[in-house]
């Protein structure tokens, strides 16, 4: 059974990791392939020479094909559960092997395969629990073979190919980049909206959530991550982070990690101050980088889509980091317009960590709090 690729983009990150465990360049794969006119999307590292897929994708990669399997945890065991010839139910929390902070290093998880137990290999990488495929291959029976010069990986099992991954250098690098941001979320409805608009063409955005709605609509926040946007951290109640103590900052950036990582199985590890109000006392109190923006379109005042879609319209640039908010219906209705629109006009719709790869690193990024 044959997947036709529609899309993919490799970014090169650097990965500092503590003396006790391996530091090493990791390419960072971002796919997605159509089947049947369904998209799945999938992150992976390549980590020496080792490729790594994010578990949590593996069932959603795998359904529909040969060798469709469904997902579960035991997470007082360790152990990621894949049953074979169950359909994917959605589920996608992460058992942490690591610091409960964004990190990269090694452990080991167990995968029992139809009720066989085997050690794998594991790595935590920005806060998600990532595995070898070589050693998925091998415990799942299918073979994982690379060829044109390690820029295709290709999964098949007994004779059938059913996953083919094309590898693209920085599909970004000499583009117009725009990344379009969203404070104060997710709301029902809105989000939702501008998720749609940006599936349509391929195109990505940072959502900067706040802790309160992200427990009220866990599920909008695994949306954010499965349509391949970043979700970064807005405090849990909107406080003016440059009044609190160290304590107090702490627990409002924390406690909204953490209700991130409940709802999608992934840890935030960038921040935008409430107000964009930010300081050296905030930045040392966190182990998250700051991010503000340049073009700020008062969406929140002026709740009129026709006013938002021009703004955005008339000072559209490259590099570009746009202030909006998903609570407001009128600007779901201004992206539905704007976002086909920027893309016809040749800008690529990006995430705040894209746009740093795009534009050679988070220093040269606008809004950026060094």
Request: include cysteine; charged fraction near 20%; hydrophobic fraction near 40%.
């Amino acid at each position: 059974m044959k997947k036709r690729l529609s899309g993919l983009i490799l970014f090169i990150i650097i990965c500092v990791a503590n003396v006790s465990v391996v530091s090493a360049a990791c390419a960072k794969l971002t796919a997605k392939t159509e089947a049947d006119g369904r998209e799945v999307s999938f992150t992976g590292f390549e980590v020496d020479g080792r490729k790594l897929i994010r578990v949590w994708d593996l069932a959603g990669i795998l359904k529909n094909t040969v060798c469709m399997c469904d997902l579960s945890w035991s997470v007082e065991d360790h152990q990621i559960i894949l049953t074979p010839m169950c359909n994917y139910s959605g589920k996608c929390f992460d058992i942490n092997t690591g610091a409960a902070v964004p990190s990269y290093s090694a452990g080991v998880l167990y995968l029992n395969y139809n009720g066989t137990v085997t050690e794998i290999p594991s790595y935590l990488i920005e806060g998600n629990n990532y595995v070898e495929m070589d050693a998925l291959g091998d415990i799942m029976g299918y073979e994982v073979r690379t060829g044109d010069n390690g820029n295709l990986i290709e999964l098949s099992a007994g004779g059938s190919v059913f996953k083919q991954v094309r590898i693209n250098r920085n599909t970004f690098e000499g583009s117009k980049c725009i990344a379009l941001t969203f404070d104060d979320g997710p709301m029902k409805g809105s989000t939702e909206r501008i998720l749609a608009a940006l599936d349509k063409v391929g195109g990505h955005a940072t959502f900067f959530v706040v802790g309160e709605m992200v427990d009220e609509y866990p599920y909008l926040v695994r949306s954010i991550v499965e349509q391949g946007s970043q979700i970064g951290n807005h405090t849990y109640s909107h406080e003016y982070l440059s009044g609190l103590s160290d304590e107090g900052i702490q627990s409002q950036v924390n406690r909204t990690s953490n209700s991130v990582y409940a709802a999608a199985g992934v840890y935030p590890y960038i921040g935008r101050p409430p107000y964009g109000a930010i300081n050296q006392v905030v930045k040392a109190a966190t182990n998250i980088d700051w991010y503000t923006w340049n073009v700020d379109t008062l969406d929140w005042k002026y709740r009129d889509s026709e006013y938002v879609y021009n703004y955005v319209m008339e000072n559209a640039k490259d590099g570009d980091v746009i202030l909006m908010h998903d609570l407001h219906p009128t600007t779901a209705t201004a992206m539905e317009r704007a976002i086909p629109d920027l893309a016809a006009k040749g800008f690529k719709l990006v995430t705040i960590d894209e746009l740093a790869d795009a534009k050679g690193g988070k220093e040269k990024i606008n809004g950026y709090y060094k």
